[in-house]
């Protein structure tokens, strides 16, 4: 057994099982403690919210408290294990949302058998809470189920592998074209998956300038173009009106690889098929679609993103959904819309050419953290993150007409 996995089950089953758990942030001790937490006290706050359900923000914890809900059909790059196999995954959002942004979460794994089933098991328990964190659920399912609660639900829904991912990516993006000195408009691009965060990433690419008929996606099948007749929806949007068909065939002078698929995918040769100074974000979790050390020992003139916390530049969601939930709760946003992901990629992309905090370097082991190749995104231990990313999209949320209340918090 290897270190790392002994180490990562003693790590969950010890001294609790578990990454997260349940504390009171009121008195219970004396029976007046009681009396007001519990019968009869309790009452009051019941008719209040009977009378006026906005008054549950101000008597209970919903206002910073998310679900994060998943059916475990894609559970990172592990594929279709079930929603109790998803657990793990789940209690860890609900650790990173509660570290990196101080907001309570709590993970629920849903079984059930239709997709109409699932929609209808999220929105009847939506009210609960401030907002919905959907996480590992397969395309194209993830589509149809995020459309119909965005719709149902009152409070904000957001699948974190669609719009966390592509937040984090078109941050990296961005900043990596700049070190590279390319841009995003004239990029060849390579994506390799076309699933839930494929399709996602690409279209805020496509959004922060990309050109839709310079991507090349694949699917198991290999080249998604305008001759198949095997698309869905969403694949169809990416349909390119090539003669190419195989992942060498498009990797022949690209500037951009998009990883978001499965381990070990982009053999060497392949990638010694791109054009000068490529940038790879081999993204699919826990292992790579290529390994640093050896897309490194190919090309020198690469600069290599994984979603990996041992390697520099980690492209993870961990970026973005602690905040981009914290400044939407704040403010009560009704949904996430496309103004405050952008206002997240804008905030991310700043932090990254600031000085880095001595405590970060420390957490990071490091002894110097300066924008460039590799560094080209914050580490998601960053403090300066929470502030100003939920700031940025709290304003861009009040002013994009979604938020409920009219002032963003101050978070100094
Ligand atoms: N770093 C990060 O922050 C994140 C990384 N990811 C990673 O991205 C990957 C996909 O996740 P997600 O989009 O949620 O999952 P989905 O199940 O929605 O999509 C998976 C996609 O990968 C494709 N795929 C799988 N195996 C291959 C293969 N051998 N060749 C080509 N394509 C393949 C599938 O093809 P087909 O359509 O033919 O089945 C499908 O399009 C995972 O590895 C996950 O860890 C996801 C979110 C965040
Ligand atoms: C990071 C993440 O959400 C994933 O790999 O699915
Ligand atoms: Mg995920």
Redesign the pocket.
Known sequence: MSDLRQRALDYHAKPTPGKIRVELSKPAESVDDLALAYSPGVAEPVKEIADDPAAAYQYTAKGNLVAVISNG??I??LGNLGPLASKPVMEGKAFLFKRFAGLDAIDIEVKHRTTEEFINTVANIADTFGGINLE?I??PE?FEIERALVERCKVPVFHD?QH??AI?TAAGMLNALEIQGKNLEDAKIVC???????VACMELLIKCGAQRERIYM????GVIHTRRDDLTEHKMLFANNTDKRTLDDVMEGADIFVG???PD?LPPETLALMAPNPIVFA???PDPEIRPELAHEIRDDLIMAT?RSDYPNQ???VLCFPFIFRGALDVRASQINDEMKVAAVEAIRAVSKEPVPEEVLKASKSDSLVFGKEYIIPKPMDPRLCSRIATAVAKAAIESGVAGLETPPDYA
């Open positions: 059909t894609a990172l790059g590992d397969k395309a993830c592998d966390g991912t984090v390799l998956g076309a699933g839930a965060a494929a694949l699917d198991r099948k978001v698929s499965g995918l993204c699919s979790n979603g492209v993870n969601n």
